[in-house]
């Protein structure tokens, strides 16, 4: 873990509210993040882990509250803090009338990248995806749709992956290669922020586990891959019970 005391290499929130309505999606929510770290944010549907993740990512404006990446405020989003974020949404959000490539290039001439050919060819060939280069999208199955949306995210080589739900409709083999990417960047003291609804997962994967509900961080911890699941499990019960 790195130093927690650098604000130019860590994500910060401080006491993020969203509401829709009367409905209120994100209350009050701290969390940091140094780079290294793996947050999974776990909770049942419907607790604010969507929200949370467009909050970060800059996709969605809080109500109050600050979101610091890199000791840059991401409500004034500039082309800097978008660089260092990787997205992955719960959906794919790619073009289904375009080619896999296509989309990959489309996505790196917004980015202004160079080399777009071989950011392609690196990116697809890491998720298993060359052979469907030039397979329109809409022609592919959900869980490739979904490989592609991270090989997408992947593309700039961004410093973070802010991830929502990304095994959600993966098979065996997909999920074995997202772990692995997720695994390699913590290895590089890069930052990643996941949300799952599998606690086994979140405690092969991460090194903090933030249990949400009701839009509201009820729990959090440090962990390792040794955490005990069911001790987990009870805990995620316990700050889960009065959902619905």
Same mark, same amino acid.
């Given at each position: ?11 910060? !929130? ?17 969390? *940091? @993040? ?18 949370? +993740? ?11 509250? +600050? ?8 409500? *004034? ?12 949404t719960?959906?794919t ?13 489309? %996505?790196?001439?917004?980015?202004? @990248?160079?080399?777009?050919e ?10 298993? @995806?060359?052979?469907?280069l030039?397979? *329109? ?9 979904? =490989?592609?949306?991270?090989?997408? %995210?992947?593309?700039?080589?961004? *410093? ?6 990304? &095994? ?18 913590? =290895?590089?003291?890069?930052s990643? @922020? ?15 586990? %933030? +249990? ?9 911890? &440090?962990? &390792? ?7 987990l499990?009870?805990?995620?019960? !316990?700050?889960? =019970?009065?959902?619905?």
């Amino acid at each position: 873990m790195s130093d927690t005391s650098d604000n130019t290499k860590s994500i910060e !929130t401080i006491e993020l509210t969203k509401s829709y309505g009367r409905n209120i999606a994100v209350k009050d929510v701290s969390i *940091k @993040l140094v780079w290294g770290d793996t947050l999974s944010v776990i909770g049942p549907n419907g607790s604010g882990k969507s929200t949370l +993740i467009k909050i970060i990512s800059g996709i969605t404006r809080p109500d109050s509250g +600050i979101s610091n990446i890199a000791g840059m405020d991401i409500s *004034k989003a500039n082309n800097n803090i978008r660089r260092l974020i990787g997205v992955v949404t719960h959906d794919t959000l790619l073009y289904e009338g375009l080619t896999g490539f296509e989309n990959l290039q489309f %996505a790196a001439r917004i980015f202004g @990248l160079d080399r777009i050919e071989e950011r392609i060819n690196n990116v697809t060939s890491k998720m298993h @995806l060359t052979e469907l280069l030039h397979v *329109k999208v809409g022609a592919l199955s959900h869980g490739l749709q979904k =490989r592609f949306s991270i090989a997408r %995210a992947l593309l700039h080589e961004p *410093k973070i992956l802010l991830m929502d739900e990304p &095994d959600s409709g993966l098979d065996q083999e997909s999920l074995d290669i997202l772990d692995s990417i997720i695994l390699d960047y913590s =290895r590089t003291h890069h930052s990643v @922020l996941i949300t799952t609804h599998n606690i086994q997962r979140a405690i092969d994967l991460s090194n903090r586990i %933030a +249990i949400m509900s009701r839009g509201i961080i009820k729990h959090e911890e &440090d962990i &390792d891959n040794s955490a005990n699941y069911e001790s987990l499990r009870q805990v995620y019960s !316990t700050c889960t =019970r009065d959902v619905p």
